[in-house]
C-alpha cells in the first residue's frame, strides 16, 4: 500500500523578551558554575542546563514553576514565541476542517498547552500521556478517531505516544520540543503517517 506525501518543514519562532532575558541569564549562569565544576559533576551541570533551556523556548511557566493549574487560570500564550505560532497555525488547521497531534516530551507543557488550547478554541482537547489509564487510552483514541471536529487536537507525551497507537485521523503533527534521538520523533510521526492515513500529512 502506498502511502500519501508526507511533507516536513521547520518553524522558527523567535523568543518573547521575558523568555530571551530567562535564555540569558540561565547561559551566563551555567557558564560560571561549568567552569568551577569538573568531571561528572560538570557533565550533569550542561546537561541540567540545556533541559532548563529546552522549557524556557517552550514556555516560561514550565521553567519557572510559577502557574499553579488549580486556581483556574489559564496560561498566557503571548509569553511565548512557540505557543503563539502554534495557535495561529491550529487555527488555520482548525478552520480547515483537519485534526492535529501535537508531541512534548514535558508532561508538565502538555498540561500547559492542553489549558491554552481549550481556552483558545472553546473545544475538548485531549491530552494522552504515561499516567492516563489504559481504558481512558483507548477511548481517547476512539474519541480522536471518530468524534468529527468536536476534539480536533490530540496532544501527547512522546514516550506515551511513541509506539502502538493508530492515529490516522491527524493530518498534521507538531514536535512541540524536540527529542535528542529523531527515531524517537520518527515514531511518534508515524502514529498519523501509516496505513490506513489517506490524507497528506504535515510535520
Given at each position: ?10 518553524e ?20 560560571k ?22 522549557q ?80 481512558q ?23 506515551a ?43
Amino acid at each position: 500500500v502506498e502511502l500519501p506525501e508526507k511533507l516536513e518543514t521547520r518553524e522558527f519562532c523567535l523568543l518573547t523578551r521575558e523568555q530571551a532575558s530567562l535564555y540569558e541569564s540561565c547561559v551566563s549562569r551555567m557558564l560560571k558554575t561549568v567552569d568551577a565544576a569538573e568531571g561528572m559533576h560538570r557533565r550533569g551541570l550542561v546537561l541540567s542546563s540545556l533541559i532548563k533551556l529546552k522549557q524556557i523556548c517552550n514556555h516560561p511557566a514550565q521553567a519557572l514553576k510559577d502557574f499553579e493549574a488549580d486556581g483556574g487560570q489559564v496560561p498566557d500564550p503571548s509569553r511565548s514565541g512557540k505557543c503563539v505560532r502554534l495557535i495561529e497555525m491550529l487555527d488555520e488547521i482548525i478552520a480547515s476542517e483537519e485534526k492535529a497531534l501535537i508531541f512534548t516530551q514535558y508532561r508538565q507543557m502538555g498540561h500547559l498547552l492542553n489549558l491554552m488550547l481549550r481556552h483558545e478554541f472553546d473545544r475538548e482537547v485531549l491530552f494522552l500521556h504515561g499516567g492516563t489509564p489504559q481504558g481512558q487510552r483507548v477511548s481517547m483514541i476512539d474519541d480522536f478517531q471518530d468524534s468529527g471536529m468536536t476534539k480536533p487536537v490530540m496532544i501527547l507525551s512522546l514516550k506515551a505516544g511513541g509506539v502502538g497507537l493508530n492515529l490516522t485521523a491527524a493530518s498534521h503533527v507538531f514536535h512541540f520540543d524536540r527529542w535528542w534521538n529523531p527515531a524517537v520523533e520518527n515514531q511518534a510521526t508515524d502514529r498519523a503517517y501509516r496505513i490506513g492515513q489517506d490524507k497528506r500529512v504535515q510535520v
